[in-house]
């Protein structure tokens, strides 16, 4: 399996995929230098920085988290763990769309009113759950509200590869490696 790199080496290929082009980024994100060359030195990053970090570098913060390896806070989980049964359906219908309409979906789903959160959002556990590539992305997949059949069925559609339910959670565990193609 391949190793893994921390996430000061996760960070720093960020950063070079973004370009030199620009406020530097820990201007971009409103952090010190200092932290931000402590992290990429292999520190422990804190959750705030992340939260700045992520929006500057045109993530999520709840993908940086994962990248991390740090326990995703609360107010960033899906707030309905049930909504994982539509996001199958829904994503089936929109790959069906003109772009005009998957954009139109889009504002109009961001346009739907926030529920209170009714209970903890827990993703299932991969066993073993290895922390590696894999492990990576099937959890960042997760808080998408994706299960692995909500995982082999949007990325299908989305992607040029396919893969059974079962696959994601073998790559999840680290038993296989991510196909290439990603």
């Known amino acids: 399996m391949t190793e893994t790199p921390g996430f000061g080496a996760a960070l720093a290929r960020l950063l070079d995929r973004r370009g030199p082009g620009g406020p530097q980024p820990a201007e971009r994100a409103g952090v ?3 932290q931000l060359r402590a992290v990429l030195a292999g ?25 991390a ?4 806070p609360d107010d960033m989980a899906p707030l309905d763990a049930t909504a994982a049964t539509w996001v199958r359906s829904t994503v089936t219908d929109a790959v069906r769309l003109p772009a005009v309409g998957r954009r139109e979906l889009l ?17 299932k556990p ?6 590696g ?5 099937v959890r960042m997949l997760q808080y998408r509200n994706l299960d692995w ?5 949007t990325l299908a559609l989305t992607t040029p590869t396919y893969l059974s339910a079962a696959t994601y959670g ?7 490696e991510l196909p290439r193609a990603w």
Do not use: W
């Open 69 to 72: 390896g740090r326990a995703v």
């Open 149 to 153: 059949s909500g995982m082999a069925a």
């Open 126 to 131: 991969l066993l073993p759950l290895d922390g």
């Open 107 to 123: 504002r109009r789903i961001r346009e739907l009113p926030q529920e209170e959160r009714r209970s903890r959002f827990t993703p």
């Open 43 to 67: 520190s422990s990053p804190g959750d705030g920085l992340l939260r700045r970090l992520a929006p500057a570098l045109g993530l999520r913060a709840v993908d940086l988290f994962v990248l």
């Open 32 to 34: 010190r230098e200092d």
């Open 170 to 176: 073998v790559i999840g565990s680290g038993r296989k």
């Open 133 to 137: 590539p894999g492990a990576r992305v």
